[in-house]
T-cell receptor, first 113, second 114 residues
Framework: KAGVTQTPRYLIKTRGQQVTLSCSPISGHRSVSWYQQTPGQGLQFLFEYFSETQRNKGNFPGRFSGRQFSNSRSEMNVSTLELGDSALYLC????????????FGSGTQLSVL | EDKVVQSPLSLVVHEGDTVTLNCSYEVTNFRSLLWYKQEKKAPTFLFMLTSSGIEKKSGRLSSILDKKELSSILNITATQTGDSAIYLCAVDLSQIQGAQKLVFGQGTRLTINP
């Protein structure tokens, strides 16, 4: 069974640009959540989607947005990039909820120059 | 503001030693506390603890929640070099049954020297 797949694995952007990251959950998983990991702030929750609906949202500015498609694949978008957005963005999926079956992808490493 | 604090932030021990990692939390609407191991990039699930206070065990790892002290410990006995990783503590704050909203601590970087 394939794991959670995130693309791209690495990304370099400049300030002011926008970026879209993709996450393909494990087959059959309907919940997808996104996290930002930085050395200073650690892992921070961005949002969670289930059946194309956002169920929870973290404390991030409106520049961070996401969506989920009918096949459960999810994308997150960051507009007007800032240097502080440089981070590892992790996606996690689970069947319907429940953390024992929450699996993380290997992340997208975003560098903003 | 919801807060999860882990200590120590870094720990170096010799193979065979026993270690105890700490996690304390100040949150509203506590549901459960989770421990993850992050070796490279993808954290992997270790334990989920609730206010029941029941200890969880898996091989050389064990964990328990103290709801009065608002804290949890993760014990690793007879450590091996493969235990070297960042150990993350997280608290589930979702108010929606089945939904996810984890608040993580900074993590403890554990290094096991042979």
């Amino acid at each position: 069974k394939a794991g959670v797949t995130q693309t791209p694995r690495y990304l370099i952007k400049t300030r002011g640009q926008q970026v879209t990251l993709s996450c393909s959950p494990i087959s059959g998983h309907r919940s997808v959540s996104w996290y930002q990991q930085t050395p200073g702030q650690g892992l921070q929750f961005l949002f969670e989607y289930f059946s194309e609906t956002q169920r929870n949202k973290g404390n991030f500015p409106g520049r961070f947005s996401g969506r989920q498609f009918s096949n459960s694949r999810s994308e997150m978008n960051v507009s007007t990039l800032e240097l502080g957005d440089s981070a590892l963005y992790l996606c996690a999926s689970s069947p319907i909820g429940g953390y024992e079956k929450l699996f993380f992808g290997s992340g997208t490493q975003l560098s903003v120059l | 503001e919801d807060k999860v604090v882990q200590s120590p932030l870094s720990l170096v021990v010799h193979e065979g030693d026993t270690v105890t990692l700490n996690c304390s939390y100040e949150v509203t609407n506590f549901r459960s506390l989770l421990w993850y191991k992050q070796e490279k990039k993808a954290p992997t699930f270790l334990f989920m603890l609730t206010s029941s206070g029941i200890e969880k065990k898996s091989g050389r790892l064990s964990s328990i929640l103290d709801k009065k002290e608002l804290s949890s410990i993760l014990n690793i006995t007879a450590t091996q070099t493969g235990d070297s990783a960042i150990y993350l503590c997280a608290v589930d704050l979702s108010q929606i049954q089945g939904a996810q909203k984890l608040v993580f601590g900074q993590g403890t970087r554990l290094t096991i020297n042979p």
